[in-house]
């Protein structure tokens, strides 16, 4: 059912891209020149800069992957560090670090009604992916977010710049999976993981329920390069549920559209398109599963097969429907974490 609602939105964005002079997907044209005009100053700052930006919009598809002299640097110049590029920010009162990751075109700011409750007792780190919130896009390189390791080696950057060890990590939907992929790498650093509506596969294989059939992800992620903030203010309510509280649907679309469409679409691709159904088995930190009820993007099926191939996993379903609890149900959602650690 979910995903049979997912085709049908997705069809009706191509529809409205493909209308001849369809005043939506001009308005949407017009904000997407203004967001890369706001873009380009931030990506000239300097030399290296200035090349990427170069690189980025000329017609050669990925020739930016072998750029020479990668190293990021920040307005003054100077080397650019993981918590500068990343956002990050931290708070609380505590020692045990807990570090919040979101999910597909959202920020830290999807937090802001859980991460509160845990600054009196931990060490609180919040961070945007490349591409979202306030981070640095001119760090974008496609070829490292590639894959869904590209963002897994950032969080392991940010806790080797913090020198975080004992770190419980909650991802949220595609977060969660590149939490268990940080945690395999460099374990010792992870004393547990919470994933939320967490997925290590979206499209259906055999003896495996993903949610989606191959054409329902592939009619997705045409719909999204078509006319991305049409799919953003159809998809997002979908995404949300909770039909009866339309400001959450509308709170998700507006996050949606703040996010670099660029990289939104090559991030769409490695998301729904990842499979790391093998690397489960690998996990040794104790992990708790939060399946929302009725969540069209991580049904039931898919967290009961997270409760069998995870060694430590834990599954709890919740009460809370749709795939974003952080913000329709905090208090559930911090009561779940809080009886975990």
Known sequence: MGSQSLREVSSNVIGARQGVGSAFYLAGAAQLAQRRRRVRPNLMVDEYRTQRYLVQHSTHGDCGANLPGRTRYSEEGDAMTALERNNVRVTGAGTQPMMFAHGFGCDQNMWRLVA???????????????????SDLSAYNKA?????????????????????HDVIFVGHSVSAMIGVLAAIREPERFAKLVLVGPSPRYIDDEGYVGGFKRGDI??????LDANYLGWSTTMAPVIMGNADRPELGQELTNSFCRTNPEIARDFARVTFLSDNRGDLA???TPSLILQCSNDVIAPLEVGRYLHRALPHGKLLVMKATGHCPNLSAPAETIAAIKGFI
């Open 116 to 134: 509160p409750a845990f600054e009196r007792t931990h060490r609180v780190v919040l961070f945007d992916h490349v591409g979202a919130g306030k």
């Open 144 to 164: 490292k977010y590639g894959s869904l390791q590209g963002y897994a080696s950032d969080v392991l950057e940010i806790c080797r710049e913090l020198d975080l």
């Open 218 to 223: 592939e009619g997705l992620l045409d719909s």
């Open 282 to 284: 690998q996990l040794r």
